[in-house]
């Protein structure tokens, strides 16, 4: 179990959501069923504001619900950041990645750039993100990938995120075969999260996730693992574990949230200021109000973080009867 303290160090890895609007409407995101939070992004101002209150921030994410790139703000905060020494990186679904935005993280010294993009061919993404943007990413990471051969550098890292149904985990080695034409020697499998209490919404419900189907999945799952042995690609899970660890069910914990160091070792905060457990939270539960645990706009984050709302969530965290959002979860999801 996790230790419940009462006077906890100050986080060091912050997730901190720098705009809650996207350009897309993926089935298996939030937004397909409607934001939690008005639509918003984060200052430059704010984010310093914000982490000048962790004086030993390592890692920072600049990420949440929404698109990073659409925060005009994006690079000045990635500079700032490093001129900390944290860890900086985010996710994106690379529609905006133009040349523009390439040479600006590069510049600004990000250290990771995460492309979610759970389709391997146009008609799969057309199912999973109701779009049809896959060949203009695909041209944008082609683009970016030449650009850093060409300047000899090897940051921001690049990844391709696939979020991994029932329907689609046929296509997980061809994903890999993609992967290795682009030139991205990354890839990893992330597990669906939907709605505990309600049944879930779009493609986040319970009958479209990976565990519902373990032998077929667990086929797939090895065919990418050793294909990406082959193409000489990095193929990991979202979290703590192995690709084919994150799909099965531990049928020997029945508690597997009382692992998870999420409450005791970092925040995530909204665009609005809303600071919650962690990033996995909104999409756990339906009951939003249940995980907000203070507002860094109203009050200072050490106070939020030592307050009796944190610390009745982690003492409720490690019962038999966690909070709604915890009740689903486990201790290998993605840092």
Known sequence: MAPIETN???????????????NLKCKACILYRGSWEPARDMTLDELVR????????????????GEPLLNADLPAMIRHLKNRNAYVYFNSNGVLLDENHQNELINAGLDELRISLDAANRQDYKAMR?????????????????????????????????????????????????AADLGVNQVYLQRLVYFQDDGGYGLATSDKTLVASEGRVRQRVEQGQNLAKQLGIQFNASGLTSPLESVQTDTRNHHPWQGCFRPITLMYITANGNVLPCCIAPFSTSDYASIILGNVFETPLEEIWQGSKYRSFRKSHQTATPPRSCRGCGNLWSL
């Not at 906890?8 to 996207?22: F, I």
């Not at 109701?130 to 300047?151: G, H, P, Y």
Request: aromatic fraction near 6%; glycine fraction near 2%; charged fraction near 25%.
């Open 8 to 22: 906890l160090e100050l986080p060091r890895n912050l997730y901190l959501e720098v705009t809650n609007r996207c």
């Open 50 to 65: 914000i982490t000048d209150q962790l004086p030993q921030l390592e890692r920072m994410a600049l990420h949440g619900i």
């Open 130 to 178: 109701d779009s049809d943007r896959f060949e203009q990413i695909m041209s944008n990471l082609r683009s970016m990938v030449k650009l850093m051969r060409r300047l000899q550098v090897s940051r921001p890292a690049l990844s391709l995120w696939y979020l991994g149904t029932r329907e689609n985990i046929k296509a997980l080695p061809e994903f890999v075969e993609l």
